[in-house]
């Protein structure tokens, strides 16, 4: 079984542009959730998406946007990019919600704003 | 609130010894879970291991053991005889609802690992 897939794994913007991260969760995968992840703040939370809904979402400003198709597969946005926003951003899946399922991570992408 | 904590930023060990990873976590909640992801150089977190609350059984696989213990709040994880590949970042993780049922996991900082030849 193919794991989580993010495309594109490296990408260079610029202050001031949009961007958009895309997240294929394992196949029969229903939830898919997305990390920020920095030197200096570890691991965050950003948002879970379920049944093409946003369930939940971290304490990142509006900024930061995200949606699910009925396929599953995610995408995530972020506008008016700043140098802060730098980081791996890792998408992960899960066969369904809750801390009973565990979290499976694809290899992230590399956003660096200049 | 949810807070994990891993209070070893940096651990180096020669290959062969063996090397604890501290965790310790905080939550209101009686239901939860705890678990344990390795970072690789590559940066895809792979996942090792889910306890939840109620088991406070600990868990042998391989080299690797776990020791999760709710009166010290405590899940610590044992790489036993290391080796060069265990040398990564590793990530103690703690699952659990937030209000209005909402649920995420809250990672701790992470202790990078590296094993020394």
């Known amino acids: 079984k193919a794991g989580v897939t993010q495309t594109p794994r490296y990408l260079i913007k610029t202050r001031g542009q949009q961007v958009t991260l895309s997240c294929s969760p394992i196949?029969?995968?229903?939830?898919v959730s997305w990390y920020q992840q920095t030197p200096g703040q570890g691991l965050q939370f950003l948002f879970e998406?379920?049944?093409?809904?946003?369930?939940n979402k971290g304490n990142f400003p509006g900024r930061f946007s995200g949606r699910q198709f009925s396929n599953s597969r995610s995408e995530m946005n972020v506008s008016t990019l700043e140098l802060g926003d730098s980081a791996l951003y890792l998408c992960?899946?899960?066969?369904?919600?809750?801390?009973?399922?565990?979290?499976?991570f694809g290899p992230g992408t590399r956003l660096t704003v200049t | 609130a949810q807070k994990v904590t891993q209070a070893q930023t940096e651990i180096s060990v020669v290959e062969k010894e063996d090397v604890t990873l501290d965790c310790v976590y905080e939550?209101?909640?009686?239901?939860?879970?705890l678990f344990w992801y390795k970072q690789p150089p590559s940066g895809e977190l792979v996942f090792l291991i889910r306890?939840?609350?109620?088991?406070?059984q600990n868990e042998i696989s391989g080299r690797y053991s776990w020791n999760f213990q709710k009166s010290t709040s405590s899940f610590n994880f044992t790489i036993t005889a290391s080796q060069v590949v265990d040398s990564a970042v590793y990530f103690c993780?703690?699952?659990?609802?937030?209000?209005?049922?909402?649920?995420?996991?809250?990672f701790g900082k992470g202790t990078k690992l590296s094993v020394i030849p």
């Open positions: 992960a899946s899960s066969l369904d919600r809750g801390p009973s399922y565990e979290q499976y």
């Open positions: 939550t209101r909640d009686t239901t939860y879970y």
């Open positions: 998406y379920f049944s093409e809904t946003q369930r």
């Open positions: 306890r939840n609350s109620f088991d406070e």
């Open positions: 196949s029969g995968h229903r939830s």
């Open positions: 993780a703690l699952g659990a609802y937030s209000g209005a049922g909402s649920y995420q996991l809250t």
